[in-house]
């Protein structure tokens, strides 16, 4: 464990310097290699995550490929509300749908808690990736609870949120049993997934940015500090991202985070100065920049550098996910010229 505290990233997370910034990307494990969509053929996504033998090949496929400086675990934020008996499935071209929607106080019955047991394939995971990877830290994570809340009530996912804001503005009691749930289920993942060996830990709030400042503190925050604040004593840095969340940078850190992840709309010093010097950024190039051209892609990432430099610690990133029709050269490019500009 001493080699993986030393590690750029882990250092970058705890705002210590080290010898280049770090740079991974969200879903570098996915539709953008070959090697990904060749051994997924078939292979239903739930399936996918519950092999350890794939979640281990494709979780260290972009670690070969790019060599970036942390590997993030093959998985996804619904894997655990499916162990918690939720009937769902997650749909190519569309995401999580869910047979039957949470709307009522009798539904939550319907979600149990979960035990290590009811997830021993992430241990087994976890555990295989860890003696593969060597001093490359593993990055576990979980959906937040308001993210997952959306997908359960909506029955999968939404542009509007509609239904989901209807319970958290009109039945706020039926709303904070059903996060809180929520949040024992995320906290039990994340532990389990610390306890195998991962070196960090990050929770999406993907949608969080649908929310206003004071409804995010009022109806979110307190279940995104349970998750976060529980994981306090686990001795690993908590990443906590979210996008279009602009006017949550502070509140997410305020949640518990060691490092707050930025999306592309916020330069990262403006984002360090909502978010405050105590924590770390992650991010954040646009993933369309990618698309546009190397001498584009260079220019955007020297700034993105520059701007980190405000921060107590920098984790290049992108600002969301790679999209799928990225070039893979492009991204191991990036990874070394990232290395190069931030290690001269």
Request: negative net charge.
């Amino acid at each position: 464990m001493t080699v993986l505290q030393d590690s750029p990233f882990v250092r970058a997370c705890r705002g210590l310097p080290g010898p280049h910034t770090p740079v991974w990307f969200m879903r570098q494990a996915g539709r953008s290699l070959p090697e990904y969509r060749k051994i997924r053929a078939g292979v239903g996504m739930l399936e996918s995550c519950r092999r350890p033998d794939l979640v281990t090949e494709i979780t260290l496929q972009p670690v070969r490929r790019h060599n970036v400086d942390a590997a993030i675990f093959f998985s996804d934020i619904v894997v655990p509300i499916a162990a918690a008996g939720v009937d769902l499935d997650i749909v190519a071209g569309t995401g999580p749908v869910v047979a039957e929607p949470i709307r009522a106080e009798g539904d939550l019955a319907r979600l149990r808690p979960i035990t290590p047991a009811d997830v021993d394939f992430v241990t087994e995971s976890v555990r295989l990736l860890v003696a593969e990877l060597g001093a490359t830290p593993l990055i576990g994570f979980a959906g937040a609870p308001f993210t997952l809340a959306s997908y359960l009530i909506e029955g999968g996912p939404s542009r509007t949120y509609l239904k989901t804001k209807a319970m958290m503005y009109g039945a706020p009691d039926l709303w904070n049993a059903l996060l809180a749930r929520l949040a024992d289920i995320t906290l039990t993942f994340l532990r389990v997934q610390i306890d195998a060996g991962v070196s960090a830990v990050q929770l999406f709030d993907s949608w969080a940015g649908a929310l206003s400042e004071a409804d995010y503190r009022r109806y979110v925050m307190p279940h995104s500090a349970a998750v976060l604040g529980g994981l306090a004593d686990a001795g690993v840095p908590r990443i906590h991202f979210g996008v279009g969340t602009a006017v949550l940078l502070e509140a997410m850190g305020e949640a518990g985070a060691d490092v707050v992840g930025v999306d592309w709309r916020t330069p990262l010093d403006e984002a360090t100065k909502r978010i405050g010097p105590a924590r770390a950024v992650q991010g954040n190039l646009d993933p369309a920049i990618l698309f546009a051209g190397w001498e584009t892609v260079e220019r955007e990432t020297r700034r993105i550098l520059e701007q980190g430099a405000a921060a107590p610690g920098h984790v290049f990133n992108l600002g969301h996910g790679v999209l799928p029709e990225t070039d893979p050269e492009v991204l191991t490019r990036l990874v070394a010229l990232v290395h190069d500009v931030s290690g001269s």
